[in-house]
């Protein structure tokens, strides 16, 4: 009994010196609670008019702590294929979340689109702002929607900080490395720069810095 107590304990302790940690009650309500996006699967979807339908998965809410994860396994859920979409409607969350969800659409193979699709594969416009747009920047192929709106702003750096100037250059550094690996203009971090505010970017500025890579006119 002394043993299975002091045991008991260690697991206690453990469990408890792991959610002191800064974020990890917030990680654990997102993994065992209450994620804070969701998702479903649109078995036909014809994202481009050339009717030719494909698997979607459409995700929206808010880009959380363990937003990564719940992308993952909804992934395995949902069995998309390479060349399937990842419909997206946010307005953004934590920059490194979506970094990594835009890595892991870009591992898939998956093409992005902002907008949403009722359950006969109708899209319908819709928006994605902020760190939304890092995981839009992660297909392989990225649908720019007749409606949709993509937002940008500067990023800040969460939790204290030493040093604010180098702490937000190194910021910019890792969205502009990531934007430039997923084969996005430069130009992108600019206009990130520049405003605190959501600026929406107009689809032709978006094409030309090839955020959107493939325009869909049609309404």
Not at 41 to 52: A, C, K, L, Y
Not at 176 to 185: A, D, N
Request: proline content about 4%.
């Amino acid at each position: 009994m002394v043993i299975f107590v002091l045991l008991l304990s260690g697991v206690a302790i453990r469990a408890y010196r792991d959610l002191s940690r800064p974020g990890a009650w917030d990680y654990s309500r997102e993994t065992l609670v209450a994620p804070s996006m969701k998702s479903a699967v649109i078995p036909n979807v014809d994202i481009d008019g050339s009717g030719r339908g494909r698997r979607a998965l459409a995700i929206s809410g808010d880009i959380g702590v363990a937003s990564a994860s719940w992308l993952h396994d909804q992934l395995k859920k949902a069995q998309l294929s390479p060349g399937d979409v990842i419909l997206l409607s946010s307005d953004g969350g934590k920059l490194n979340q979506g970094t990594i969800m835009g890595e892991i659409i870009r591992a898939h193979g998956l093409a992005t689109a902002v907008g949403t699709a009722d359950a006969s594969g109708q899209v319908r416009a819709a928006s994605c702002a902020s760190a939304c747009v890092l995981v839009y920047a992660g297909g392989k192929t990225r649908y720019g929607i007749h409606g949709s709106l993509l937002g940008v702003h500067r990023f800040t750096t969460e939790g204290p900080m030493h040093d604010p100037v180098a702490e937000t250059q190194r910021t910019q550094g890792r969205v502009l490395g990531y934007m430039t690996k997923m084969g996005v203009s430069s130009r992108i971090v600019e206009l990130m720069s520049q405003t605190s505010d959501i600026r929406w970017l107009n689809p032709k500025d978006a094409f030309a810095m090839n955020l959107i890579t493939t325009p869909v006119d049609r309404p």
